[in-house]
């Protein structure tokens, strides 16, 4: 079946441009997570959404930062007024949510700030 | 914070030999332990996982171990391949919170 998608796979911006990025998870997937893998790093945890609800928005760095799954499915993230140091590819995750804890990650979108 | 320190951060092996990753992590509500094995360009994909009921978990040529009492866990790769050449990725996670915490990348490198 298909896997996890996400849109656009690049994205350039130029700093002080809002971005969205949106993520299509696995269908039927409870579970939602947006990750920013810098360079050379481990993805970092952004934010959690369970169906609609966003559970845990502990790792976005400021409130730049907003996330939305309004229908529980499709999520979108949104940076506003990018910044060089948000340049990193965002990883989206989904989760069936039951008693599989496995993250089904998508290629990600990588934002280029210049 | 929570905290997952992985290490080495780079390992280059001959193929034939094993390889072993060592994580260690803060928090101790964390339950779920994934591995994911990162290729140039691509996605994470889960290799293996173990949760905190059980002490070692083995898939073919991939074991993981864990100890709860220590906070550390640890991936053994045997008989390594070329394809293995990735990047491997520990993460410390807790269900109820889901909230994963990733180390910061093994850079493995099998020489043929």
């Known amino acids: 079946g298909a896997g996890v998608s996400q849109s656009p796979r690049y994205k350039v911006a130029k700093r002080g441009q809002d971005v969205a990025l949106r993520c299509d998870p696995i269908?039927?997937?409870?579970?939602l997570f947006w990750y920013q893998q810098a360079l050379g790093q481990g993805p970092e945890f952004l934010t959690y959404?369970?169906?609609?609800?966003?559970?845990?928005k502990s790792g976005l760095p400021s409130d730049r930062f907003f996330a939305e799954r309004p229908e529980g499915s499709v999520s979108t993230l949104k940076i506003q007024r990018t910044q060089q140091e948000d340049s990193a590819v965002y990883l989206c995750?989904?989760?069936?949510?039951?008693?599989?804890?496995?993250?089904?990650f998508g290629p990600g979108t990588r934002l280029t700030v210049t | 914070g929570e905290n997952v320190e992985q290490h080495p951060s780079t390992l280059s092996v001959q193929e034939g030999d094993s390889a072993v990753i060592k994580c260690t992590y803060s928090?101790?509500?964390?339950?779920?332990f994934p591995w994911y094995k990162q290729e140039l360009g691509k996605r994470p994909q889960l290799i293996i996982d173990i949760r905190s009921n059980v002490g070692e978990k083995k898939d073919q040529r991939i074991a993981v171990t864990l100890n709860k009492t220590a906070k550390h866990f640890s991936l053994h790769i045997t008989e390594t391949q070329p394809e293995d050449s990735a990047v491997y990725f520990c993460?410390?996670?807790?269900?109820?919170?889901?909230?994963?915490?990733f180390g910061a990348g093994t850079r493995l490198f099998v020489k043929a």
């Open positions: 995750a989904s989760s069936p949510g039951d008693s599989s804890y496995e993250q089904y």
């Open positions: 993460a410390a996670g807790s269900f109820g919170g889901f909230k994963t915490i």
């Open positions: 959404f369970q169906n609609e609800a966003q559970l845990d």
């Open positions: 269908s039927g997937h409870v579970s």
């Open positions: 928090d101790s509500a964390s339950n779920y």
